[in-house]
């Protein structure tokens, strides 16, 4: 091994981004990113490991992203798919618990709303959403349907008289606790189509309760939503969502968002354990000069940089017109797939020190596992995926 060392200021790719993807972006998109991605290291990063070990979310940094304008970026502000996908990779980059909320009110939410609201429930309730004044959420999976909840959605929906009466029981459902919205998906009895509805958490009848003791996403408010003869006037039904397969508006979507969230989760890793190989010395030297140390660092960045180009094709065909179900799920699977192998790496690469919260890696490790599962398992996004290129389904 050569004794020769090269000072961190003088390397070319501190910044991760090997292959200069972010050169993609027009100069105003890229100059938009930065801003944000500063306003995470400043304001996000130094409280970020303590409020994921007391599992309590910075609530009192909402008002600080409305300043931000960062809602809606694509069908509000005209901007591509591609920024919007690089701004979801640097927020998780800097806090997975942050990012969550980020793309469940943004995505999963207000996605929602502009994808399956009539205009004017549009005109009622985005101005509200867009600026945070209002916060939602998305809540479908139930604590007995998860990858079946498409046929197993037991949360009820009966229409009486201008009002509809909902029943039933969510879960997982992040920050609930506070959010001013739960967007809730129900059967309705009379047609047995799963519809949405715009539930007002402050409404008789509605419950949340968090779900403690989690190892992933500990800052997250997640909670088991229990909904008691609740009664949701007949205008918050969203015009437009009147089957299961409407969600697939949305989720096709937000599937993408996660394989972006993961690519961050990665350079996330990456960044850590390059700056810890480089600093930590064993053996009289940094242990970034063994050759076992570099090949899991560059194995690292190879699997970001793998799912980067992935994540940025899926953004240019979503930009297109041209992406469908199936892109999504397989780029949702295969990015989460190389994630947990670069956490892990990572962990690894810290030893002892891998597991302990203030070192960074540990958090990190433990949050990607949630990412690896929800918007579909990386088994169900596979079968999806291995639908389309067999004309076989492998599942009901």
């Not at 609530?59 to 979801?88: C, W, Y």
């Not at 959403?129 to 046929?151: N, Q, R």
């Not at 700056?275 to 699997?303: C, D, W």
């Not at 793998?306 to 240019?316: E, I, K, P, T, W």
């Amino acid at each position: 091994m050569s004794d020769h060392t090269v000072s961190a200021t003088t390397l070319p790719y501190l910044d991760g981004d090997f292959f200069h993807f972010e050169s993609l972006l027009p100069a105003e998109e890229l100059e938009r990113l930065n801003v944000i991605r500063d306003w995470m290291e400043a304001e996000v990063r130094p409280i970020s490991r303590d409020f994921w070990n007391r599992s309590e979310f910075p609530k009192h940094l909402i008002p600080k992203v409305a300043e931000l304008d960062m809602i809606s970026p694509v069908r509000r502000q005209g901007r591509s798919h591609l920024f919007a996908g690089m701004v979801t990779a640097a927020v998780h980059r800097v806090d997975a618990s942050f990012g969550t909320f980020f793309s469940g009110h943004d995505g999963l939410f207000t996605g929602s709303i502009e994808l399956l609201a009539s205009e004017e429930q549009k005109a009622m309730w985005l101005p509200d959403i867009y600026a945070l004044k209002k916060t939602g959420v998305f809540a479908i999976t139930e604590p007995l349907a998860g990858s079946d909840v498409a046929g197993g959605t037991t949360t009820t929906a009966v229409r009486d008289g201008d009002n509809w009466v909902l029943n039933g029981e969510k879960r997982w459902i992040g920050n609930s606790t506070f959010s001013d919205y739960v967007l809730v998906w129900a059967k309705d009895v009379e047609d047995s189509q799963v519809k949405g509805f715009l539930v007002e958490t402050s409404s008789p009848g509605f419950h949340a309760t968090l779900i403690e003791n989690r190892i992933s996403l500990r800052a997250v408010q997640n909670a088991d939503i229990v909904m008691t003869n609740l009664v949701v006037p007949d205008s918050h039904k969203l015009a437009g969502a009147n089957s299961f397969r409407d969600t697939n508006k949305v989720l096709k979507t937000t599937r993408a968002t996660v394989g972006w969230q993961a690519v961050g989760m990665q350079m996330a890793a990456f960044d850590v354990a390059r700056k810890y190989a480089v600093e930590r010395h064993q053996f009289g030297k940094p242990i970034a000069s063994f050759q076992l140390i570099q090949e899991q660092l560059v194995t690292m960045l190879s699997n970001a940089q793998a799912s980067m180009g992935m994540m940025v094709r899926l953004a240019q065909m979503e930009d297109a017109g041209t992406s469908r179900n199936e892109h999504s799920a397989l780029a949702k699977a295969f990015v989460t797939k190389c994630m947990r192998e670069t956490v892990a790496m990572g962990r690894g690469i810290l030893g002892g020190n891998g597991v302990h919260v203030d070192y960074e890696m540990a958090k990190i490790f433990c949050d990607a596992e949630a990412i690896y599962t929800y918007e579909g398992t990386y088994e169900i996004n596979t079968l999806v995926a291995g639908r389309a290129i067999t004309g076989i389904a492998a599942f009901v």
